[in-house]
Nanobody, 121 residues
Framework: QVQLVESGGGLVQAGGSLRLSCAAS????????MGWYRQAPGKQRELVAQ???????NYADSVKGRFTISRDNAKNTVYLQMNSLKPEDTGVYYC???????????????WGQGTLVTVSS
């Protein structure tokens, strides 16, 4: 089993910054993509940013230019630097990783428990 542990959420004023971290541990074979998703109250979970093992990134249009995703493959850790935060960025942020399973010969998704980000106006 692989576990993802997030940290770094909290309360911040609009215009402020936060940095989220997510560390993977356990039976790690090979992690392909890692990413951050968020779920605002009353809304569906949505992709915020994703990064491949080669460092190729993908962002939601709503966060482009404000958020930066990065990863440290040696530490199996992914980060999300969030700048110029807006009240609409409020939500629970979930870490996601795709770890290879030699049992089923494919990558399986793993989710963290989520960390709350609240941006006040």
């Amino acid at each position: 089993q692989v576990q993802l542990v997030e940290s770094g959420g909290g309360l911040v004023q609009a215009g402020g910054s936060l940095r989220l971290s997510c560390a993977a541990s356990g039976n790690i074979i090979s992690i392909k993509n890692m990413g951050w998703y968020r779920q605002a109250p009353g809304k569906q979970r949505e992709l915020v940013a994703q990064i491949t093992s080669a460092g190729i990134t993908n962002y939601a249009d709503s966060v482009k230019g404000r958020f930066t995703i990065s990863r440290d493959n040696a530490k199996n850790t992914v980060y999300l630097q969030m700048n110029s935060l807006k009240p609409e960025d409020t939500g629970v942020y979930y870490c996601n990783a795709e770890n290879y399973s030699p049992t089923v010969f494919r990558y399986l998704e793993v989710w963290g428990q989520g960390t709350l980000v609240t941006v006040s106006s």
